[in-house]
Every structure is written in C-alpha cells, then in structure tokens.
C-alpha cells in the first residue's frame, strides 16, 4: 500500500508542491513548525532514510539545499534547520524548517495553523 508521500508525490492528494525534479519531491508541511516549513521526499518509496543508497541520498541532499535556499529567501530566519525524524510517516523524508533560534526545531512545540491562502502565498514566494 503506497504511503501518504506516494499518495502526493500521484497527485491523488493535494499538496503544496514546492520543487520536483525526477527523483524528489518538496511540499509544505501542512502542521508547520514555521512559515515554510517544508517536506523533502524521494519519489522512492523507502521507509528508512539510511536505507537509502548512498548516491540518492547524496542527491537528496543537493536537492534539499536547494529547497532550502529558496526557503530563506521566501521567509524572514536565521536559518533552515534540518530534521529527519523518519517515525511520523513510513516514507524517508527530511524536514527544511526556517528557524531563529534552536529552540524553535523542538517537537513540544504548538505547530501552525495556516489559511489556505496563507499556504498559497508561501508555496509562490518559496517555489523552485
């Protein structure tokens, strides 16, 4: 049964896609930790990150630098930090969140609740 990431990367559930090339795919996080809080997933599905070869996984992270360049352009923060938690979702993913200080990468943390066009402002100034 394919997985939720699967599910966005067919286009059967909407997402707010922010880059895709052949081999990944980047959407907002839909309970964002921050504005522009964004997913990086291989269209591969697997479910462990390290699992991964070690040629995609490089690829992987060339594309989320990429993803993630444009996020600090899009969005006022310090910098994008990087989470791979890997537990949430059985697909391999990282997490691009824009951040001021360490503290705002900490799971206790309330997530966001975004309007749609709030979604959809972030997704145009962020898109590559």
Known sequence: MATIFSKIINGEIPSYKIAENDRFFAFLDINPMSKGHTLVVPKQETDYIFDLDDALLAEMMIFAKKVA????????????????????????????????????????????????????DLQEKIMC
């Open 69 to 120: 360049l444009s996020i600090e352009k899009a969005v006022s923060c310090t910098r994008v930090g990087v989470m791979v938690i890997g537990l949430e979702v059985p697909h391999a993913h990282i997490h691009l969140i824009p951040i001021e200080k360490e503290g705002d990468m900490s799971l206790a943390n309330p997530r966001l609740k975004l309007s749609k066009e709030e979604f959809l």
